[in-house]
């Protein structure tokens, strides 16, 4: 027979040790560690209480099926733990479960069951039974906790059926606890991992930003990837070509031998990973073999003894794909996981910055010296070609215009200078711009000079000589 948990209770005898049993249960559940236990815990508790042959906890797997995955039985009958029991007929029982009501049945033989139900419960020795549902709070069943009387029929008391209800209240209780307590448990060792990976990346970000040239950058970052990975081999190579890449840094196991210097070639490189590469995708390849490379970069892998490897590409601001930084496994093949997928990607990341600063202080001062020079070369234009005036029988050009060209073109360098030294941004097309400004100006008056050239004297020719010079210094600088 079926009853309904919303029946009020009704203990009448052994209320002492009925009240002891739902307080062990309250104070021992919570304490658990594991799923396994609170299940154990419950069902040890409730049959010496109870004082039945068994109790069990059955799991429903699917909905005619279940598995028994607690079990507490007296020593004279058999023992059904991890049993699967298969019952076609479990869902019509299944609707009242989850309404939350409970299945007492004292004599299994006067109850009206399916003989495939009784013949069951006959191989577990099982002549009554109580069965009460363990629900959550959404009324979603966890399974049953089951009591079995073997020895006898027995009619179950009320008292006990609704002590059974309350346990199975706080077994589902103890469950989600533990469910929650590991939930916490998995959040704060992520967070931990979080904030470990935050921190390392900062430190490899400060030896990047200290470099002082891309080789050492390149080293450093080859450096720490071996630190995490502990691969058989690090590269990091550049593009030469769509399909070629040169090893520029290499750490290695002793008994590998070194590729360092070596190019590496992939025909097929351009047209299958290139715009992978481009938008900062790592390929991570457990087994060469099954990755669908071309059979030229097989064999070029195979001489190195290649059987996983992990491709990162290295950015280089506006300018993008300038190599890849590469992880070998060789003696053994290797799972990636996404742990170490990301630790490299973060670290490739950081590389391309640091690159791109390193070539953009590099440039600036490059543009500085070349300014520099350039000043000076239009000094010394200045100074010949007033010479050249005060000597010179006649010209097309008066003082006063040539002073106005220089004085214009002065400014403009004065401009550049400052804004190049100022410039803290990795664009330097503004720089450019205003070489490319500079340049317009001065090519439109080196023809006027050369006009002139026979008619003023042998000073003058030293003037277009130095003014082509800086024409072609500005040029040098222009997008």
Request: hydrophobic share 40%; aromatic share 6%.
């Amino acid at each position: 027979m079926f009853r309904d948990t919303a029946s009020s209770p009704d203990i009448v005898q052994n209320t002492f040790e009925q009240a002891n049993l739902l307080t062990d249960i309250i104070a021992k559940l919570p304490r658990c560690k594991q799923e396994s236990q609170i299940l154990s815990t419950t069902v040890n508790l409730v049959r010496a209480a109870i004082q039945c042959d068994r109790v069990i906890i059955y799991r429903l797997k699917a909905s005619n099926r279940g598995k028994i995955v607690a079990e507490s039985v007296a020593t004279e009958y058999p023992k059904i733990l991890n049993m699967t029991i298969v019952d076609p007929f479990f869902d019509d029982r299944y609707i009242k479960y989850e309404r939350g009501q409970v299945r007492a049945i004292s004599n299994i033989y006067q109850e009206g069951m399916s003989p495939y139900y009784i013949d069951n419960l006959e191989k577990m020795g099982v002549k009554a039974n109580l069965s009460v549902p363990i629900l959550s709070p959404h009324n979603e069943i966890h399974g049953l906790l089951v009591l079995h009387q073997c020895n006898m029929h027995r009619e179950w008391q009320s008292s006990e059926i609704d002590l059974m209800i309350q346990i199975a209240t706080q077994v589902d209780y103890a469950m989600s606890y533990l469910a929650k307590s590991i939930e916490c448990v998995d959040l704060r060792a992520e967070l931990q991992k979080a904030n470990d990976l935050r921190e390392l990346m900062l430190n490899i970000r400060h030896k990047l930003n200290a470099s002082r040239n891309c080789l050492e950058v390149l080293q450093i970052a080859a450096s720490e990837i071996q630190c995490l990975l502990k691969c058989d081999r690090i590269v990091v190579y550049s593009l030469q070509a769509s399909s070629k890449g040169k090893i520029l840094v290499e750490i290695i196991r002793t008994p590998l031998a070194p590729i360092l210097g070596q190019m590496i070639a992939d025909p097929c490189f351009d047209y299958n990973y290139s715009e992978q590469y481009q938008n900062g995708q790592i390929r991570a390849i457990d087994n060469i073999y099954n990755a669908g490379m071309s059979h030229p970069y097989i064999e070029t892998l195979n001489e190195i003894g290649v059987k996983s490897n992990l491709e990162a590409p290295i950015l280089l601001g506006n300018s993008g794909l300038w190599g890849l930084l590469v992880a070998y496994q060789c003696f053994e093949y290797h799972h990636w996981s996404s742990t170490e997928i990301e630790q490299v990607h973060q670290i490739t990341m950081e590389a391309g910055l640091a690159l791109t600063k390193i070539r953009i202080r590099e440039k600036q001062t490059l543009l500085v010296q070349e300014l520099t020079k350039m000043t000076k070369m239009m000094f010394e234009a200045k100074e010949s070609i007033q010479l050249a005036l005060k000597t010179s029988i006649s010209t097309e050009l008066s003082m006063q215009e040539i002073s106005s060209i220089l004085g214009e073109t002065s400014k403009l360098t004065h401009l550049l200078k400052k804004e190049i030294i100022e410039s803290t941004q990795i664009d330097t097309l503004e720089a450019q711009r205003l070489l490319h400004i500079i340049a317009m100006h001065l090519k439109g008056n080196v023809d006027q000079w050369q006009t002139i050239q026979q008619e003023i004297k042998p000073q003058q020719q030293h003037v277009a000589e130095l003014l082509e010079t800086i024409l072609d210094l500005i040029e040098k600088g222009q997008p």
